[in-house]
């Protein structure tokens, strides 16, 4: 089982990055897959999860309006396009699965992580 985050940067105040994030090993039927960050010194946050069962989508309230998830159950990926990013918005991205398949952002609840992919948002 394994989950590859891509599509992180560099990028200014306003602008737009879309995170992938392929999963391999296992296919997401009956999975959520999830979003979290950490910023330095700072403590996990979950972003974004998307239930592949049903669609349905839950966001952090710091993030709502801003981003999107989405997937391709077809391609096995997930994607978080980031919109209007602001500064503290920089942290390590971390893409998770939950076998559970519930619409919960606690980092508990996920069984697979993949390694991370960094967003830096300059003002």
């Known amino acids: 089982v394994q989950l590859v985050e891509s599509g992180g940067g560099l990028v200014q105040a306003g602008g737009s990055l879309r995170l992938s994030c392929a999963a391999s090993?296992?296919?997401?039927?009956?999975?959520?897959i999830g979003w979290f960050r950490q910023a330095p010194g700072k403590e996990r946050e979950g972003v974004s999860c998307?239930?592949?069962?049903?669609?349905?989508?839950y966001y952090a309230d710091s993030v709502k309006g801003r981003f999107t998830i989405s997937s391709d159950n077809a391609k096995n990926t997930v994607y978080l396009q980031m919109n209007n990013l602001k500064p503290e918005d920089t942290a390590n991205y971390y893409c998770a699965a939950d076998s559970g398949g519930r619409l919960r952002l606690n980092g508990w609840l996920y069984n697979y992580w993949g390694q991370g992919t960094r967003v830096t948002v300059s003002s």
């Open positions: 090993g296992f296919t997401f039927d009956g999975y959520t």
């Open positions: 998307i239930s592949s069962s049903d669609g349905s989508l």
